[in-house]
């Protein structure tokens, strides 16, 4: 046993059951917070009323981050929940109902620039960028970080059982292309990831996608699909660690976490490179607080804050000087910080929205093949 | 004798609240879902009401028209199970003491005290490979295994564990444990205002038990079987979290498919003109029921 027990406390993360599911989570509004900090009304010191409304995913804030910023700057943070990507778009779409910061992920921080959803960020009231690894400031979803702060960043990849396996994995094929596992794959349900994931094992970058390529992937897909045991809701990590399934496709972040529950699980990202994806701050379009919101921005890419969070949501965490207050189990898991020669050939997915519905409706007639 | 006719104030004021409630939050919103289907989307956040018939004849794809097929047969095999399953069991409540009537609708009733969510987590629990079903069996095999040398017959193998989870068995298996409430209630509704005395004439007057189950019971008690089987039916044709749990590869249904234009997708006027396909074959369904039953009272 050693430090690194830490990352084995909270198996409930947010892309556990809530997220996959589909299930609307019920907005709830900590209001007890009041109690801590000065009780609203008040104006905080950048000018502004002293509340904050802070839209985020279930468990992904550190356990005293809100108190603590009530307590150094008089501002009360009201927090409710969403669940996918899909219900905070959906949400915004029809009209900022008084959100002051937001956590989409990265395809959708594109999104919600190009539908006009996203205010611009002032970076002099931001001065904790600094703290950001530097890899995470010039992304392509959003060059020098316009709109958005990183928060917290995953890898797809195989997650396997190391007793069960015949050689060693360092491909996709296992998973896309081949019987060797027949009946005991899980691949994620999700269209998008699918095709791109299946255009990567091809060769091909993740945002070069051509109709012909998907049909290619569909192909591949319907072979395979015999061989899969199912497509799983993101709880991929749980048919792992059960014994339902030997591989899975699934985040590194929630492999990390069954890694210190059962010593005979492993993680790779194939040879042939994979996809990233990060969740950012951001603030929309009509937030009431924008300056109350920069100023929470700038608290959570604080170092000492940063470390807080990492420890209670157990995530690769972009913020380099959080991540160096952070124990070595856990700044040097090679789980949750890949080599960086197959970090280089990682991929942001790009948001299509031409390319979407092509996704989806591969992805049925793969269902439904 | 009062009629409500005489008192419309009264009527009205009970009225309207609910009229109310069914017009702005199911009439008007559904309609507004119904204007969709006939739209095109012109960004990534608007959307044109166009009279489009583009949407529905991407729905009438044999590709879409498929997974309705199969939603159907998964939803009539749902609903065939409930009968077979549910009738014995309204039957035996029917007939049990007034002591015990209570009790046992509670335990009909029971489950949805409990979130749907967390029954199909706890079913996900019984039925994996490691679950409390094959374990059981498992120990049954093992136990009972040992005991075959004593008889003279050979030691049997390892237990190997049933693949229950992760297919369209589960997904039925699923659907029928969650239904079958909507199936009992109606049955037991209908067989509690039976008259006994019927049965007993026609068992006194030689007919068997089976006989008099089909000629005698099943007729009487056929507008709570037919409530039964559309309240079974329809929302098992509606149903994605159940298949997207518990299913296979290939357990994907109408929902499943609708659900993902509405979310992932972003195609609302796709998503819309799916579900309505689904509502106008509901509500054809029961129209022809209706229709059916018209021509049955006629006849008589």
Redesign the interface.
Known sequence: MNTFEFLGQSRQNRRS?LQG???AAVGISFGGLTACGDSGGGTASTGEEATLNFYNWDTYIGETTLEDFAESSGITVNMSLFA?N?EL?AKL?AGNAGYDVIVPSNDFVE?MI??D?LEELDHALIPNITNIDPTFIEVPYDMGRKFSMPYTWLALGIGYRKSAMKGPIDSWKPLFDSNEYA?KIALL????DIIRLGAKYLGHSVNDITPDIIAEVEAMMIKQ?PF????H?DNGQDLLL???VDLVLEYNGDIAQIMTEDDDIDFVIPKEGSQLNSDNLCIPKGAPHPLNAHAFINNLLDAEVGKKITEAILYPTPNAAAKALMPPEYANNPVIFPPADRMAICEYAAFN?TL??L???A???I??? | MENWKSAKAMFAAVAAVPTFWLTFFFIIPLGIVWLYSFGTNTSLTEIEISGTFSNYARALDPLYLGILWKSILVAAATTVICIVVGFPVALAITFASDKWKPWLLLGIMLPFWTNLLIRTYALMAVLRREGYANQSLGWLHDNLGSLLPFIGLPAPGAYEPMELLYNNFAVIFGLVYVHLPFMVLPLYAALDRLDKSLIEASLDLGAGHFRTMLTIVAPLAAPGIISGIIITFVPALGAYLTPDLLGGPDSQMIANVIERQFKRANDWPFGAALSFILMYATFIAIAFQAMKSRQAEARQ
């Open positions: 059951i599911l589909g299930v996918t899909d778009f779409r999104r190009q539908s959803l009946g349900s999700e269209a998008g699909k899969i045991r199912t497509f809701e059960s014994g339902e929205e979407q519905p996704y989806e409706t992805f049925t007639r269902r439904a093949a």
